[in-house]
């Protein structure tokens, strides 16, 4: 059945594309720009100047150019006239923050006006909002002024006082905060510890190099020296002013619970009784050509008025760039479902166009850049005003490449031999680079990442040939569930891959870019609610925002980089598929005559891999599954993990733990490398440590106040860490150097918390916090200090957890006391030393 029954095109009230003609009065041009010498005469004696020996540009804005010296002579009609202004690293010297073909900063929305002597370049900001026949306007327009950010003296104005002459050379060839080729300090870069460049400009260095003008947009390029850090940096920058259509996109609003991009709007109203904010979502301009339009009404396919374009970039490697292309034009089978084919297209940068800049704001460009960054990115540029998105970018890091490799290594080995080699062929990367690009493709399309997706998959379906080869690893690919880890060796014929566009993409589409036949976006509301309310009881069609462990990861079924609805399960499949990848590595890596560097960095990866599967089940323990209900859905916010998955979760962590050293560390592999491997100790005790975490008794205290009868309450939690952890003790076993490690940071982690350490851990922060090494592809570790539901300093749950925490210290010194001359002479000394240092604790 077609998608589009019961949705009508809003044909009269689809926005018509303003026509040059109505912009400008007459026709500036042609689309490419041109450049003469411009030798009639006028009257003004100082145009006539400015005209003289310059090449002159027509477009938009027409443009002088003498030397370096940069004129405008804007139209008198396009003052007032809201336009995006952008700054692109066209080339850096320096691509330690900001790389050629990135934008630093977001495009500024921008108009010019004049008075008698100058002409005043305004920031505007459209956030607020307000019916202008309101008496409300009057107030906003008063506390809402348009700031100036630049004022330009008038030199002139043309024969006909059409239009004004201004000198801009300064502007484009300084240093603006504004247009910068830095990124800014922000409080986040704080917090992660980033230290961004920063330059002084040297202008007599610095110089304007190129210009263009067009109908409706103009670019100037230029270079910009500093010094950094005592070292020279130059950038060469391209500016682009693009003029917006007097009428804004009709925008969409947005939902929570389906994941696009959103923007923000304040509106300013007395209809309702409170500041109206409003989330539209970011999309592109997607319609039918006004020929096409009962066409489109009776169910044919057709091609929208614009498409989206994608150029890609000729340095991609021809081997590399036609899966690019694939990855890109897999989105056209989500548009086909809402009646449009060929809305998006890709195409090879036009070599023969000698009009044609990839740092031109009109074309999006898939783009190669050449660091070490092991990365992909796609950002979108936006009209602030309606969310539309003017222009977007895909950023292929080279490194990218090997992320890609190591990643289908530890994943996939132990049933796909094509990823057992130093270089894959071209398919096998290849097939990578399709999802790769299809991911980014979707931000580029306004969807945000929906790492709830593949929670809907049975772990057990992803070892079926049928089902994997339907459904693929998870029903989104803006998912981040990369290869299937799940798939055991002899699991013939299973797909390995992420399907080429899943349900939830093509519905999201649907969602987002479907013309529905209404008067505004909010006679648009019931419609999307319907829409959505269709598929909220198919978990295929859910929507689980990504977690990040700098604020708060609390729901197991929106993970990043994980599979199938059961963690325990999944990763249970994954650790067994890891201790017969690292049985094989020297075998599968060997190579007469190179150094172990490749062993060498892909045991690193199956560690790093084996820290994923553990951090999944982590957040297990004091979890809550999020959703976002509205009125009338019936459901609830937040549902705590029950107490049986929590103690399941608990005691695969410990099995796991426990096990670890003995299939990983193998002496015949790692005397191949460098001395000694601390980290597999440290992380074991870093997990441990982690179990006593106050975010997760906090949790546990909410639910316990909430409902008693069923809850996992944090005595229970810890009485079984403390078994789990102390086990061994309490079996009177010996212990081996692991499990004394792991002891250790149990008991470290009890005293720190009671605001007390060790000696020699004065000042230390909790273990909790420790090796933060980038373990997944959103680069932040997911071990943290788990943040809890309700605040923990100075409440109840502060207490609560201050309790138990005393209380296990207690049962610990005392099984101390008990055991401290039983076992081997190492397992004697350990709980000596344990049994001395909470001594102390307890006499202080």
Known sequence: MNVRTGILIFAGLLLAKTSEAQLFGKKLGELSPVTTKQDSAVSASNYADILKDAEVHEGMFKIFKKKQKVYFEIPQCLLDKEMLLSSRVTATSNNTDVSGGEMPLHPLL???????????????????????????????????????????????????????????????????????????????????????????????KSTILEVKSFPLNLNIKSRLVYTVDDYPFTAIMTRSIILLPDEPMRPRISDVRIGYFPLRKHIYTEKVDELKKVDYIQRWRIEPKDED????????????????????????????????????????????????KNAIVAKDYPVDDPNFDPDDIRYSCYRYITTETANSMGPAWIDPRSGEIIQADVLFYHNVIKLLHNWQFVQLAQVDPKVRTKVFDEETMGRALRYVAAHEIGHTLGLMHNMGASYAYPVDSLRSVTFTRKYGTTPSIMDYARFNYVAQPGDEGVNLLPPLLGVYDKYAIKWGYAPIAVESPEAERPILNQWIQEKQDDPMYHYGPQQFSLFSIVDPSALSESLGNDCMKANRYGIENLKYITSHLLEWTYDEGETFEKPEELYREIFGQYRRYIEHILVYLGGVYLDAPVMGDQKKAYKFVSKEKQQEALAFILEQLRAFPDWYCQPEIERNFSFGNTKVAEYMGLVVGSLTSSGILSNLSVWEKQDGKDAYTPVEYMDDVYNLVMEPTLKRQDLNHYERVMQYNYILSL??????????????????????????????????????????????????????????????????????????????????????????FFEN
């Open 293 to 340: 339009v009962e066409r489109y009404r009776n169910g044919e396919l057709v091609e929208p008025k614009k498409p989206i374009v994608w150029y890609i970039d000729p340095a991609i490697p021809e081997r590399w760039r036609k899966y690019i292309k694939l990855g890109v034009e897999d989105w056209q089978a989500a548009f086909e479902e809402i009646g449009f």
């Open 751 to 840: 005293m720190m918390a009671e605001g007390k350490g060790i000696t020699g851990e004065k000042g230390r922060r909790s273990l909790v916090e420790g090796d933060h090494a980038d373990i997944c592809s959103c680069s932040t570790s997911h071990l943290h200090e788990r943040m809890a539901m309700s605040p923990v300093d100075g409440s109840d749950t502060r207490i609560v957890a201050n309790a138990v925490y005393h209380y296990e210290l207690e049962k610990v010194y005392k099984l101390l006391k008990r055991v401290m001359n039983s076992g081997d002479r190492d397992t004697r000394a350990h709980y000596r030393n344990l049994y001395f240092e909470v001594s102390k």
């Open 110 to 204: 921008v108009k010019f006006t004049r008075d008698d002597e100058q002409v005043y370049l305004h920031r505007l900001s459209p956030l607020n909002q307000c019916d202008p026949m309101s008496p409300i306007y009057q107030s906003l327009q008063r506390n809402n002024v348009e700031p100036i950010m630049e004022a330009f003296k008038i030199v002139c104005e043309n024969a006909d006082s059409t239009g004004i002459v201004i000198d801009v050379s300064f502007f484009f060839c300084s240093d603006q905060k504004e247009l910068s080729p830095f990124k800014p300090r922000t409080p986040l870069s704080f917090i992660l510890g980033e230290n961004p460049l920063e330059g002084s400009f040297s202008s007599d």
